[in-house]
């Protein structure tokens, strides 16, 4: 409590002091100008059982406290700097045992701290961001969870029109959690909550028409994999009521070219060999009512001892967002993982929006207790988000996951327990005019 407390104290005094920065344009050159600030509180409560797990249901309370100032510096149009502080607290929740929880990492970081400057639609940004590319699948930030993942970075992205470009260089990845950041198959570089990588990012797309946006990418992970892709996605309009939206990708992962040295360690040349990756979604939205079907193919082989075989893995995603909120698989499996899911729902501005998502879980390719086509389980994925009636910019979010196991997967014990998972959360979002 007192580090929240501490935080929110803080805000005016931080302010006030780069209000002084900024009105000393009398005094001379202003190394602060156009100083902007927003901030976010988000509050909350986490409920978890896992059958058979040996420990009682559990719950937890936590809040994030967001502080995010931009400013121009030194009166240069187009030259701008960024700082973000991200404090969570868990009011002692999280200290607990024998409950079944999924944990946040406690304490108060520097999310965001870069400089940029911008110039002919060319943008040139070093520092520690938010990353968030296309649908988070290959790259994001892992918003969800209340101490989120931002990358040290030297990038340069372009946009012109139809067309738009972003080449970066990742030096650095700072995780959600504090025990170094997991390049793959449980295997982590040594240190507090991030890790040094050797990393590049490609991606590059061009909207041929409102119907159609080709994108294709290119993610060398130092020490992890490469992943090519490339991904059809397009919005049709059928009348005034109905909209409908697909997306069409496919990708493969191959052995990394590049090297990480991390911690004086030099790890494996590569985990992954190679393995392909396929996703095909289609969504409507028919005068309100929500509806969509999705494919999503991670490849695998069950013989990992050969090194030129291996699962699908997407070590920097928001992995939240895919497979199941219950997070069952945010690794994949050796035999890959296949995921049919339908959803249902209805959104308006008056009501708020209520979604359904019902996923159907199989392996992708054989292994020693599996074939491909047999069943990991399903979960069904419940969620009701609105705006809170007579406050400004506070919304309610009611969210549940119910995973349930499917016993004749005797081999995955990663999967074998049915779990039950649900969250209530307010999050409230201020800033400057």
């Known amino acids: 409590m007192k580090k929240l407390i501490l935080s929110l104290a803080a805000t005016p005094l931080i302010l006030g002091s780069m209000a002084v920065s900024a009105q000393a344009a009398d005094d001379g050159l202003n190394i602060f100008s156009d100083v902007k600030f927003k901030g976010e509180l988000r509050p909350r409560y986490q409920y978890k059982d896992v059958k058979d797990s040996g420990k009682d249901a559990g719950s937890t309370v936590t809040n994030r406290t967001n502080l995010n100032f931009s400013a121009k510096l030194f009166e240069v149009d187009g030259f701008n700097g960024t700082m973000e502080l991200n404090a969570v607290n868990d009011f002692g929740s999280q200290e607990q045992t024998n409950i079944d929880q999924s944990a946040e990492h406690v304490g108060a970081k520097i999310s965001q701290a870069n400089i940029s400057y911008t110039a002919g639609g060319v943008t040139g940004i070093a520092g520690r961001k938010t990353v968030n590319l296309d649908n988070q699948r290959f790259i994001g930030s892992v918003g969800w969870k209340q101490n989120f993942q931002t990358l040290d970075l030297a990038a340069v992205a372009y946009g012109a029109g139809d067309f738009s ?197 199989a392996a992708a390719a054989d292994g020693a207790t599996t074939s491909a086509g047999d069943a990991y389980g399903s979960e069904l994925d419940l969620l009701y988000a609105t705006k809170v009636p007579g406050v400004n910019n506070l919304g309610l979010l009611v969210k549940a996951a119910l995973f349930m196991n499917d016993d004749a997967i005797n081999g995955a014990s990663s999967y074998n327990s049915d779990t039950t998972m649900a969250w209530v959360q307010l999050d409230y979002k201020f800033a400057t005019k």
Do not use: C
């Open 165 to 361: 470009l972003l080449a970066a260089y990742v030096y650095g990845v700072n995780t959600i959690g504090d025990d170094g950041y997991d390049y793959g198959q449980g295997n982590k570089y040594p240190g507090s909550g991030s890790g040094r990588t050797n990393s590049v990012a490609v991606n590059a797309s061009y909207k041929v028409m409102d119907p159609l946006k080709i994108t294709g990418y290119a993610y060398l992970l130092g020490s992890a994999s490469d992943t090519y892709g490339v991904a059809a996605t397009g919005n049709i309009s059928a009348g005034d009521s109905i909209k409908i939206n697909y997306r069409a990708e496919v990708a493969m992962q191959q052995k990394a070219t590049l090297k990480t040295y991390a911690d004086g360690v030099i790890p494996n040349d590569s985990l992954f060999g190679t393995a392909m990756y396929a996703n095909l979604d289609v969504g409507a939205n028919i005068s309100g009512f929500l509806v969509g079907l999705n494919y999503e193919l991670l490849g695998g082989d069950s013989d990992i001892t050969d090194a030129d075989k291996t699962a699908f893995q997407t070590p920097l995603a928001t992995k939240h967002k895919f497979n199941g909120w219950a997070d069952q698989f945010l690794n994949t499996p050796s035999t890959g993982l296949a995921d049919l899911n339908i959803r249902g729902g209805y959104k308006s501005k008056s009501i708020g929006k209520l979604l359904a998502v019902y996923h159907m879980f």
